[in-house]
């Protein structure tokens, strides 16, 4: 039977004190609704997101998912805001209603609660560690709100999780005579829950963590971190700890990966490789081999086997660092390919460029890409070394097996084969350092 589900989402969420609608803050590169969303659709469902508060925001927010949504025109409640997606639901069969807020729910207790299901209602409910501000299980009579309990009734700690299956016949029936709830005039959807419903009495406090402010919503990252991270590992990848390095949902992980305490991978990457300790990994590929070291950040990047970049290097878009190469240090990169075995180990800046195979560039080198006006490409042929702190002046070619001799600034092509060195010769005067120094001592003395 096909099976709808309604996302609640139209509540404005005040207490993020957050400029972003609340159901949108990422929780590990996906937004706090998407996640519910994708829970219910792994089900096969059919989801329908009642919004109102960021409307734009919210509809742009999940249009990955391609949900429907619809809007309550003003919210009045849960009972209303079900209501205004009557429209969208099938004449029969079961419809699940959730919270936008709730982003740790798993498809699989949606799963456990559908199976139960039974009659017109059945209600999650959970045994809460501090029952206050939810709804309670009231043993024949439903669910009773925090404001209309009775002392004893407030003592209860089995709540209403707010997820539910409802059949979508009872809903359009009953519905439409919810009564308003003084003070604020609110439809209550917990009004459908009575003592015939069926309740479910064994889920767990975590799943149903709402989020209403930015300790929630850590103590949500922290969960989801643990599982995703939990997953990675039953598939091969190794971690410092499980809540010791964020990687996003939307990166690939490919087993015999590791990840180092701290590192942060995010975007579109794909891991095979090692990623040390404090690296920062976004929209990369490290290939399976590849060894991203301490504190490296790698963005827009592809690193081949064998290939070593770091510690504290940092490669920016269109950085191709093909097999054996080495990036070390203080090195930064940027749409440039560096072939196999290239070494470039020490401070240096390598801005569009291809650098030949087993070239070595010096420490302190800058490839001078940009006259002030526009970008050049400097092209280091194989086996070519340039020697320290040169800078080379693009556009720009050096030959194969080419030397570049330390310091020089170099603005011409180097042919191969050839030596460049541009600088004034050392001027060297023998048996005079401890003269000069006597000089200098006596001058002191004088004042
Ligand atoms: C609700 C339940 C309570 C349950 C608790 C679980 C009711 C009356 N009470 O209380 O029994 O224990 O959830 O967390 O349902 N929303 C709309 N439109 C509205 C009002 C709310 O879309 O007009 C959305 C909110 O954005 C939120 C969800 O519905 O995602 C729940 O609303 P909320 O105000 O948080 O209900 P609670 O007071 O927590
Ligand atoms: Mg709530």
Not at 69 to 87: C, I, K
């Amino acid at each position: 039977m096909s099976l709808t589900a309604v996302v609640l989402a139209a509540g404005l969420g005040t207490r993020m004190r957050s400029p972003i609608a609340k159901v949108l803050h990422p929780l590990l590169g996906r937004p706090m609704a998407g996640w519910i969303v994708a829970a219910l659709q792994e089900l096969g469902a059919d989801v329908v997101v009642v919004v109102h508060h960021h409307e734009g925001e919210v509809r742009a927010g999940l249009a990955p998912w391609m949900p429907r949504f619809v809007r309550q025109e003003a919210p009045r409640g849960t009972g209303d805001a079900v209501a205004a997606a009557l429209s969208e639901l099938p004449e029969h069969g079961p419809v699940v209603v959730t919270a936008g807020d709730t982003p740790l729910l798993t498809a699989a207790s949606v799963r456990r609660l559908l199976a139960a299901h039974r009659g017109n209602a059945t209600v999650a409910a959970f045994e809460a560690r501090d029952p206050h501000g939810y709804g309670r299980m009231v043993p024949g009579v439903g669910i009773v709100e925090e404001a209309a309990c009775t002392e004893s009734q407030r003592r209860i700690r089995l709540v209403n999780s707010g997820l539910y299956v409802f059949e979508a016949q009872y809903l359009r029936s009953r519905l439409p005579l919810l009564q308003p709830h003084a003070p604020k005039g609110e439809l209550w959807l917990t009004d459908l829950v009575d003592a015939d419903s069926h309740v479910v009495a064994d889920f767990v406090e975590e799943e149903f963590l709402g989020v209403n402010d930015k300790g929630a919503l850590a103590e949500g990252r922290d969960v989801l971190r643990r599982r995703v991270n939990r997953a990675h590992g039953a598939a091969g990848v190794e971690f410092a700890g499980l809540n010791d390095a964020s990687v996003d949902v939307s990166v690939t992980m490919l087993p015999g990966a590791s990840v180092g305490f701290g590192a942060v991978i995010t975007g579109k990457s794909t891991i095979g490789g090692d990623v040390g300790p404090g690296c920062v990994v976004h929209d990369s590929v490290i290939h399976p081999g590849a060894r991203i070291l301490a504190g490296s950040v790698s963005d827009g990047a592809e690193v081949f086997a064998g290939a070593i970049v770091g510690p504290m290097a940092r490669l920016r878009p269109g950085a191709v660092i093909r097999p054996g190469a080495h990036i070390g240090n203080f090195v930064e990169v940027k749409n440039a390919v560096v072939h196999e075995g290239a070494k470039a180990n020490h401070l240096a800046y390598l801005g569009d460029a291809d650098v030949g195979a087993g070239a070595n560039i010096g420490a302190g080198t800058i490839f001078c890409n940009y006259d002030g006006v526009r970008k050049h490409r400097t092209v280091i042929g194989a086996g070519a070394f340039i020697g320290s702190n040169s800078a080379l002046v693009a556009p720009i070619a050096v030959g194969a097996g080419a030397i570049v001799g330390a310091g020089s600034t170099i603005t011409q092509d180097v042919p191969d084969d050839a030596i460049a060195v541009e600088r004034a010769l050392t001027k060297l005067t023998p048996n005079s350092a401890d003269r000069l120094r006597r000089h200098y001592r006596k001058a002191a003395d004088r004042g």
